[in-house]
């Protein structure tokens, strides 16, 4: 039980910080957004930015839940940082970008809304948005 508390309280303080990188995302400040975002990688998930961009889309959840003991709630997060990197890279210009992180936001959520056993209108909006970006692109 105590996990599940501190990871439900990650993801809630996760939406404040993510609060403020859409700020700095909005005023065009795109260097201090993506170095907020580095830190919030490490401080949320304990491995850098790049460990969890190299992974494909493909084998996400399975090496993250099975080989790194990740649990829902850590791919909840990953998710929610995928889908501001997506927002980031659309901002910058970067259509690639953009696309490769809104899928795998996606794919993770889309694995957590089927694991768990409640209902989130939140996680379904976001994932609509997504779709809706996924198919702009």
Same mark, same amino acid.
């Given at each position: !039980?105590?996990?599940? +508390?501190?990871?439900?309280?990650m993801i809630e303080m996760l939406g404040d910080l993510l609060?403020? &990188?859409?700020? !700095?995302?909005?005023?065009? /400040?795109?260097?201090?957004?993506?170095e907020? #975002? $580095?830190?919030?990688?490490? *401080?949320? #998930?304990k491995e850098d930015a790049s460990f969890f961009r190299s992974i494909p889309k493909e084998d996400l959840t399975h090496k993250l839940l099975e080989e790194h003991n990740y649990t829902n709630g850590h791919l909840e997060i990953l998710a929610e940082l995928f889908n501001a990197e997506a927002e980031l890279a659309a901002s910058q210009g970067n259509p690639k970008g953009c696309l490769e992180y809104s $899928?795998?936001? #996606?794919? #993770?959520? /889309?694995?957590? *809304?089927?694991q768990q056993k409640t209902l989130s209108? +939140?996680? &379904? *909006?976001? !994932?609509?948005?997504i779709r809706n970006r996924i198919f702009d692109l």
């Open positions: !039980m105590y996990q599940k +508390d501190y990871i439900l309280r609060a403020a &990188l859409f700020g !700095m995302i909005r005023r065009g /400040e795109f260097t201090q957004a993506s907020k #975002l $580095e830190r919030i990688y490490f *401080d949320m #998930l $899928e795998k936001s #996606l794919l #993770l959520f /889309e694995f957590i *809304d089927l209108l +939140d996680r &379904l *909006d976001k !994932m609509t948005a």
